[in-house]
């Protein structure tokens, strides 16, 4: 059996701060937390090691982007997620339907090999083409298909069980919701223009989270709250936020903290493949995007993604919520675990869990990523 094990001078254990403590680690998983002990250890003593990171969002990075298909460097992907504290992702795709496609196939084969080195590979999240017409975001409006079960029924069978997260506009959607939700796949309400009544109809078809609050959606109103009115209200939903300071304003954020809670959070990224490298032109999907001054638009201006890695996330939701660093962790870690149905593998430090760990020192800077008992350099 492989075993080693961690010094940790703080680490979150199912949601608590204690320390220091021992996390011993066998064949990739928690075997024990122990009293502290400074024999045969990796020293983290000085060091908060926490879950690693889960994003549920992200499209690429690295000059990466899943939607290519075979020429995607899924390895290459997956090491860049776990240099920023990711231990765990879902393979963003969208567009046409045959980028969708190739997409998963990539997903599908990259995932018959054998896990990548890195962050492992959760599935796939389906962002469309199930969205209305008058909130495409980034999307071209020929990707756009009204809700038809068989194209859903063609992506099940090509994900073969990977397909984990479908983003679907509530409007005429409840058909397609339910049979998503008896395939296994978490249904994520956006990129829509949908009305309280029809997002709660969504909501008791099985809707359970809300992809990236405050964008692609209708504004609110306090005569018709339409879909953010439901998200900020219904606890059966779980809230996306890109805490970029670029989608939403940090006074917006700090607002969905308060209706939500960080467990009613799920921080993301909604990265491209521009992520990690300088600011320029750039592919997402099937359009030319610039990157600029932290921003990623289309030449209209608008927002296509962004920029943000998972860290800083935290980081800056922690400081724009005003809550402490440990528990806008749990918005990264815990909650999409939870989302995904994964919570007794990942997502919090308790013995049996996967050791999917990130270590950061006093200022939030990540030090290492483990994933599977293995260690990644920041």
Known sequence: MAETAVLAGRALVEGQLVGPVTLTITDGRIAGIEPPRAAGVLDASRATVVPGLIDLHTHGGAGVQVIDGPDADLDRLATFYAEHGVTGFLATVGGSRQHILDGIDAVRARLATGPPRGARILGVHVEGPFISPHALGAFRPDSVRTPDPDLLREMLAAADGHLRLM????EDSVGVIALAVENGVVCSAGHSVASAEQTTRAVDAGVRSVTHLFNGMAPFHHREPGLIGVALTDDRL????????????????????RAKGVRGIALVSDSISATGLPAGEYELEEQRVTVADGAVRLADGTLAGSTLTLDRAVANFARWADVPWEEAVRSATEVPARLLGLGASH?????????????????????WTMVGGEVHPA
């Not at 049996?352 to 990540?366: M, S």
Request: net charge negative; with cysteine.
């Open 167 to 170: 983003t679907v506009a509530p």
């Open 238 to 257: 779980v809230c996306e936020v890109i805490a970029d300071g670029v989608h939403v304003h940090p006074t917006a954020i700090r607002l969905v903290a």
């Open 347 to 367: 997502g919090t430090i308790a013995v049996g869990r996967n050791a999917d760990l990130a270590a950061f020192d006093d200022r939030h800077r990540l030090l």
